[in-house]
C-alpha cells in the first residue's frame, strides 16, 4: 500500500453554505443565542478552539444527545434544516440520526472556530455485505492545533474522541475503534472481542457542501430500504457504556456484556424516554 495522504481541504467554503448545484438548507438566523443554548445543554462553557476542548465537546454530546429515529418510526417528516435539529434537540431533549446531529454538532464547532469539513460516509450494510452509496453517512473533519481528526456524534455506538488522521487505533468503555487508509478512503473498524473487527464506515476526505446530502436525508426516511425504518432506536452512550430503549425493551450495554429489561406495557418505553432520558413534549406520529 502507498503513502496515504491527507487531503487538504482548503475550508475557503463555509461548510453549511451552497454546493454548485442547489442552495443552502441552512437558516442563518441560528447566531450565539443558539450556541449558548447548546453549550448549556452539553453543560460546556466556552473556550478558544483547542484539541481538549473539541474532546470534552464530543464525549459532552455523545453522552448528551441520543442517537434515535423515532421520527422516522412515526413517519413525521424530518426538515433538512439545521435549525430544526437545534430545536429537537435543545427544546425537546431529543435526538436524531447522523445528519442531524451531525449537522448541529458541525454548525456549533464552526461557530466556536474551528476548521470543520463535512465528509461522506458509506455505511456498512451487513445483510447484502457490502457498502452503502455516496452521502449514506456525514462525518466531520475538524483541524485544530495544527492536527487533522475525524470526529462523529452521529453513528449509534461511535467513538468517544476525535481520531487522528489519517490512521489511528482507540479504545474506550465502548471497545476498540480502527481508522486506516484503503484504495483512497479511510475505513472505520470497530471490536469488542480483542482481534475480531467489524466494518462500520467508509469516508473520503474530500470536503462536502450541507446541500449535497440532501437527497439521502430524504431516503433514509422513506425508503423502506433505508436501516431506519425498518427498527425503532434509541441509544444513549453513558460513561460506563451505554443505554438503548427500543418499543420492547431497554438494554444496558457495559463492555461486551448486555442486560435486557423487557417492557410489561405497550407504552412503558416512552415513560422511560421521559424519566430515563430527560424527553420532553409529544411523543407519537403527532410529535413533529
Not at 484504495?183 to 476526505?205: C, F, K, M
Not at 450495554?253 to 405497550?266: D, L, N, P, S
Amino acid at each position: 500500500m502507498g503513502a496515504f495522504h491527507v487531503l487538504n481541504p482548503s475550508f475557503l467554503e463555509a461548510p453549511f453554505g451552497p454546493s454548485r448545484s442547489s442552495p443552502a438548507s441552512v437558516p442563518s438566523a441560528l447566531g450565539e443565542a443558539e450556541l449558548g443554548s447548546f453549550l448549556e445543554l452539553l453543560a460546556v462553557k466556552r473556550e478558544r478552539p483547542s484539541l481538549p476542548f473539541l474532546r470534552r465537546l464530543q464525549r459532552r454530546c455523545l453522552t448528551t444527545v441520543a442517537f434515535e429515529n423515532l421520527d422516522i418510526h412515526w413517519k413525521v417528516p424530518i426538515p433538512f434544516d439545521v435549525r430544526h435539529a437545534w430545536e429537537k434537540v435543545v427544546r425537546r431533549r431529543r435526538g436524531g440520526y447522523c445528519y442531524e446531529l451531525n449537522g448541529l454538532f458541525g454548525w456549533a464547532l464552526d461557530r466556536l472556530g474551528f476548521a470543520v469539513a463535512l465528509l461522506s460516509g458509506k455505511v456498512w450494510r451487513k445483510p447484502t455485505r457490502s457498502w452503502g452509496p455516496e452521502y449514506d453517512h456525514v462525518a466531520l473533519h475538524v483541524r485544530i492545533d495544527g492536527g487533522d481528526y475525524l470526529v462523529d456524534v452521529g453513528y449509534g455506538d461511535s467513538f468517544r474522541t476525535p481520531l487522528p488522521l489519517p490512521s489511528a487505533e482507540r479504545s474506550d468503555v465502548s471497545g476498540a475503534y480502527r481508522l486506516s487508509p484503503d484504495g483512497g478512503e479511510l475505513q472505520l473498524d470497530h471490536s469488542i472481542v480483542p482481534g475480531h473487527w467489524r466494518p462500520l464506515y467508509r469516508v473520503s476526505l474530500r470536503p462536502r457542501a450541507w446541500s449535497e446530502f440532501a437527497g439521502m436525508f430524504h431516503w433514509h426516511q422513506t425508503s423502506p430500504d433505508s436501516p431506519f425504518t425498518n427498527h425503532t432506536v434509541f441509544t444513549l452512550a453513558r460513561p460506563w457504556g451505554r443505554s438503548t430503549v427500543t418499543e420492547r425493551y431497554r438494554m444496558e450495554t457495559r463492555g461486551a456484556r448486555t442486560v435486557r429489561h423487557r417492557y410489561r406495557h405497550k407504552d412503558e418505553w416512552l415513560e422511560e424516554l421521559r424519566t430515563r432520558f430527560g424527553v420532553k413534549g409529544p411523543l407519537g406520529p403527532h410529535a413533529g
